[in-house]
């Protein structure tokens, strides 16, 4: 269990962010605002894909128009970026939004900060600090050499200042760096200087798959030391994905319920018995769009595959020709290799409805030992040395002698 550190409550929309809620999941809408109806269908794919909160750009007056359609139609909430221009803050807020982002680097008015803290204040709306190393104050850059940690925690500090000055802090605040390490390191000293809710996230990431893995390593990192109350993948792709891979790594960590498959499976080796990329691939869809909450395993042979992931909640190893369905590490069923993903749906279809135990009750008299026997087949057929080491090693002792 991840000890999570404690931080004060905001509430967007009716999604709680910090204290003790769930760690919420956001993503960004890559549509011109002002097209609604293409907005729109972006925000229920996205929630579809658990994300929990939406982001959209608020960059001109037919954004914020289109925002006041988008908000009472949204089945998430709505938080309106701004940049620049805090009038379209403002426009923003009338068109109804949850929240606001604002980038301290480019509102820089103390008088026009104020102005929209305090509507935020009077509406009761939530403003995020975002903070980004590539759009810092520049005389805060300059004050401490460029975008290091404190420089981007100054910038927020000095925000929610202005905020205060109005009797507001009802705020999440992000340093948000495309370097990695600076952005773990800004992060953490942020979390030592507030007790504000902290939106993690990698910014300019990239595509897949380097962009999942840096957005990964900075996010991941913090969650497991307890820091982050909100997280977004900032990737160079359908924003879907993003979604998706914040549900997962919360999933991976236990920071939230499983709500969809984790689909386990070996990488495959010369042992394998079938092609484990397209049954893995072809089975991760099903389950994922019948939204089964279970560990899944694929494994390429029944050799190791079964006691390899003897946790999982099911698998599927191949045999020769034949696929041996496991519960829990118990074969329930051989099944020919043809049915392999179909077996695996239906048996995970049949542990939502009925339960493992169920399941487990049910297993045919006959598979363990008929998977036992094939076990046996197989390892006569192929041998146990699948790298046909002494053969190797005798070659090499050649190669040495030569
Ligand atoms: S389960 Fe079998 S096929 Fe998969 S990696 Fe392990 S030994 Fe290779």
Do not use: W
Not at 8 to 26: K, T
């Amino acid at each position: 269990m991840i000890d999570r550190r404690k931080t004060r409550q905001v509430v967007v929309g009716a999604v709680p962010v910090g204290g003790d809620a769930p760690i919420s999941v956001q993503s960004m809408t890559t549509t011109k605002t002002a097209d609604v109806e293409g907005t729109l269908t972006q925000i229920y794919a996205l929630a579809a894909a658990g994300c929990d909160i939406v982001r959209c750009t608020c960059n001109e007056e037919e954004a914020a128009e289109g925002l006041a359609h988008i908000v009472s139609r949204s089945p998430v909430p709505i938080v309106a970026d701004i940049h620049f221009q805090y009038k379209l803050a403002l426009a923003a807020i009338e068109a109804g939004v949850h929240a606001l982002r604002l980038n301290p680097g480019n509102i820089r008015k103390p008088a026009h900060i104020k102005l929209v803290a305090s509507e935020a204040r009077d509406r009761g709306l939530p403003i995020r600090i975002g903070v980004n190393a590539g759009s810092l104050d520049p005389d805060i850059a300059e004050q401490f050499g460029g975008a290091t940690p404190e420089a981007l925690v100054a910038s927020a500090v000095r925000e929610l200042d202005y905020f205060r000055e109005v009797d507001f802090d009802d705020v999440k605040i992000s340093v948000k760096a495309s370097n990695v390490l600076l952005m773990i390191e800004a992060y953490r000293l942020l979390a030592d200087t507030v007790d504000s809710p902290l939106h993690l996230g990698v910014t300019e990431a990239g595509p897949p798959p380097a962009g999942l893995v840096k957005s990964t390593a900075g996010i991941g990192t913090l969650l497991a030391e307890g820091i982050g109350d909100t997280i977004r993948f900032s990737l160079t792709a359908d924003p879907v994905e993003e979604a998706r891979a914040g549900r997962v790594l919360l999933e991976a960590l236990g920071l939230r319920e499983r709500k969809s498959v984790d689909l386990i499976a070996c990488p495959s080796c010369g042992r394998a018995e079938v092609d484990v990329i397209e049954i893995a691939t072809a089975a991760q869809r099903a389950l994922e769009d019948r939204k089964i909450p279970l560990q899944v395993a694929v494994m390429g042979c029944v050799v190791n595959g079964p006691g390899e992931a003897r946790d999982a909640d099911l698998g599927i190893a191949a045999g020769r020709g034949k696929g041996h369905l496991f519960v829990k590490g118990k074969v329930v069923r051989v099944v020919p290799e043809s049915e392999m993903v179909q077996a695996l749906i239906d048996e995970a279809e049949a542990i939502v409805a009925e339960g493992i135990d169920a399941r487990l009750a049910k297993a045919d008299a006959n598979a363990e030992a008929i998977a036992a026997a094939e076990r046996e087949q197989l390892i006569e057929l192929r041998g146990v040395d699948v790298n046909h080491s002494l053969d190797k090693i005798a070659r090499i002792r050649e190669i040495a002698e030569d």
